[in-house]
């Protein structure tokens, strides 16, 4: 941390080595305040703090009454890595290069890491000392002469370190790039403490580091347990999914098969039924042929042209149909009221004309039949909506023969 305030002159402070302090920071920031306080700075030291690194900001940290100097260079000396902060105006301020001459002898006594931050400004003007670089070291030859060639070499030694440049670009996304590289640095960071009892607190610093470092290990190994534990949770639903899958699909497999089976039988079975239609139908003509009254075509001989049969069924009624080259006949009997069954023949206009009553012996005598007939042929023509005509009832005939024959 810079403010604008000058060093005065005279002697300072005898101030302790950089190799006798023990660590109390993670990170000091080294910065120009009007520049960078309330905006880059503030930014940076907050998202610092918010991934768990202690860092050294501002003097407000120190003890009230403490020599504001003297604490800062202790602030420093008890940091494990400085962040140097080069802005437009950074060496105008001899605070900031006080403190960066103590943060580059602590880089040399005791290795502390430092980080420099080119803040819209160019490397090389930092390191050649150019424009602002170069330009307030003239005014602070006349007040701090004794001390310039050690500010101007500390700035180009920090200068010439690896670190990091911003140019243009998102500022949260190079922050948030900029601490996760300081943490990495972190990690890996042993403090080497020397001690007034030669091999004793040295040892155990040592040991406090790798203890710490070890814990750290530990939480990232537990972290990656954990992500290990929630895949391997995953991969097993997957699995269960995949097994549910397999199940639903020969499940669907084998349904598939048994319809297949069950249309072939199904299939078998309409073919054989075909087949026993077809012979019923050919005995069925034949046994009526030798019914016909005399002067008709034999059935037989028909059912020998015969293209095609079908067979419907009705209210106990039959409709025989059957076609050739020569002819086509349709004959539908069934019974009107117990005991009396009537024949129509189809024409081939599609009217119907009345071919035969035919009664049952168990229900009609020959009287009772005429009686039947002279009281219901009427009804019957307008049930069946036949053909009435003097042709019609001359040819009509009827027959008492036995039930459900076609005499």
Not at 21 to 39: A, I, P
Not at 378 to 403: G, M
Request: glycine share 4%; net charge neutral.
């Amino acid at each position: 941390m810079a403010t604008t305030s000058k060093i005065q002159k005279g002697p300072s402070p005898v101030s302790s080595s950089c190799s006798e302090t023990h660590v109390k920071f993670d990170v000091f920031l080294n910065f120009r305040g009007e520049d960078t306080r309330d905006n880059f700075t503030d930014h940076l030291y907050h998202s610092l703090v918010d991934n768990g690194i202690h860092t050294f900001k501002d003097a407000h940290k120190l003890d009230a009454g403490t020599d504001m100097k003297q604490n800062l260079l202790d602030a420093i000396r008890k940091s494990k890595m400085a962040l140097v902060i080069f802005s437009k105006d950074y060496a105008s301020s001899t605070w900031c290069l006080e403190e960066l001459t103590e943060i580059f002898k602590c880089m040399k006594e005791r290795g502390m890491k430092i980080w420099p931050i080119f803040y819209h400004v160019q490397p090389s003007d930092v390191r050649q000392q150019k424009g602002t670089f170069g330009e307030p070291f003239v005014k602070h030859s006349k007040n701090f002469k004794e001390k310039v060639d050690k500010w101007k070499f500390a700035l180009k030694q920090v200068a010439s370190l690896s670190g990091s440049h911003l140019k243009d670009g998102s500022e949260s996304q190079f922050i948030k790039s900029l601490v996760g590289k300081i943490s990495r640095e972190l990690i890996d960071y042993t403090t080497p403490v020397p001690s007034t009892t030669p091999g004793l607190s040295s040892s155990q610093s040592t040991i406090d580091a790798l203890e710490k470092k070890i814990e750290q290990l530990k939480q990232e190994l537990l972290q990656k347990n954990q992500e290990v534990v929630e895949l391997r949770t995953q991969v097993a639903s997957l699995c269960k999914r995949c097994k549910s899958q397999d199940r639903e699909l020969q499940k669907s497999a084998n349904e598939l098969q048994e319809i297949m089976a069950q249309a072939a039988k199904n299939y078998a079975k309409l073919k054989a039924a075909k087949k026993v239609i077809q012979l019923l139908s050919e005995k069925m003509l034949k046994d009526m042929s030798g019914r016909l009254p005399s002067g008709e075509e034999n059935v037989t001989n028909v059912a020998d042209k015969m293209a095609f049969i079908t067979i419907h069924t009705h209210r106990e009624s039959t409709l025989l149909c059957w076609c050739s080259d020569e002819v086509r006949q349709e004959y539908w009997r069934e019974q009107y009221v117990p005991g009396v069954y009537v024949t129509l023949e189809v024409l081939g206009d599609g009217t119907t004309k009345l071919r035969r009553l035919q009664f049952s012996p168990n229900v009609f005598d020959e009287h009772q039949a005429n009686t039947w007939m002279s009281k219901n042929l009427e009804e019957l023509r307008e049930l069946y909506n036949v053909r009435w005509d003097s042709d019609s009832i001359q040819t009509a005939s009827f027959q008492i023969c036995a039930d459900g024959g076609l005499g």
